[in-house]
């Protein structure tokens, strides 16, 4: 059974979210400070975090930032924040997907579901051999999603590394904004369209030796992006 940890203070958004996700499978635990949340998502095997941004002791931008040094797992950020900027800063951090409240319970429980399906394909390779990607220097191995550049590996998120493998897998291809999102992220692009900008950004900085002459990703203006070979 996956276990989802709720970084949540407000207790009756908090019991709302934990009966959703328990009549749907999941094993739920709840905890209502920062401090001792990011010390039970750190200690604690859990399948995925849903984050809330304002926190007593710390706030979610740092418990993410935190738990993206040691973790991998799929982190959903939520916040009454409706600011891009907000939005921004989360997904910069290493959230993979971030929701403004009030929202529906089913569609968190569906975002939920999503992440977790995708996390689970992606990781969970039994192949024996890796399945390699190279080009020009760029080394991407799908089955230990790691990423080096000219022999130096990289650090990428799981969404990072979804989205980079996503592009490099179909070279010369244009793909909208709209279109990278429901292909990794697997739902409708309701205003999160900066989802896929802040990821993009990401990645140039950890690929490109100058970010505003880009030799991997290109951005095709008005229409979206692709991966050059």
């Known amino acids: 059974m996956d276990k989802i940890l709720i970084i949540e203070d407000e207790d009756a958004i908090a ?3 934990k009966d959703y996700l328990q009549l749907s499978g ?3 635990t709840m905890e209502g400070d920062g401090e001792l949340g990011l010390r039970r998502a750190l200690e604690e095997d859990f399948s995925l975090i849903v984050l809330d941004l304002m926190l007593p002791g710390m706030d979610g931008f740092e418990i993410c930032r935190r738990v993206r040094e040691i973790k991998n797992i799929p982190i959903l950020m939520v916040s009454a924040k409706k600011e891009d900027i907000d939005k921004i800063r989360g997904l910069g951090m290493g959230a993979d997907d971030y929701m403004t409240k009030p929202f529906s319970p089913s569609e968190l ?3 939920v579901k999503a992440h977790l399906s995708r996390y689970k394909r992606l990781v969970g390779t039994d192949e024996k051999h890796n399945d390699v990607i190279e080009i020009r220097g760029l080394r991407i191995d799908k089955t230990s ?5 000219n022999g130096e590996e990289k650090n ?3 969404k990072e590394f979804d989205l980079l493998t996503f592009l490099a897998e179909n070279p010369n291809h244009v793909f909208t904004k709209a279109e990278l999102f429901r292909n990794i992220w697997e739902m409708e692009s309701v205003g999160d369209i900066a989802t896929v900008t802040v990821h993009i950004k990401k990645i140039r ?3 490109e030796m100058n970010t505003a002459k880009p030799q991997y990703i290109e951005t095709i203006w008005g229409v979206g992006y692709r991966f050059k070979v």
């Open 15 to 17: 019991e709302l979210e």
């Open 26 to 28: 999941f094993d739920v």
């Open 109 to 111: 429980v569906a975002r």
């Open 145 to 149: 999603r790691r990423v080096y550049l």
């Open 156 to 158: 990428f998120t799981t």
């Open 205 to 207: 900085e950890k690929i």
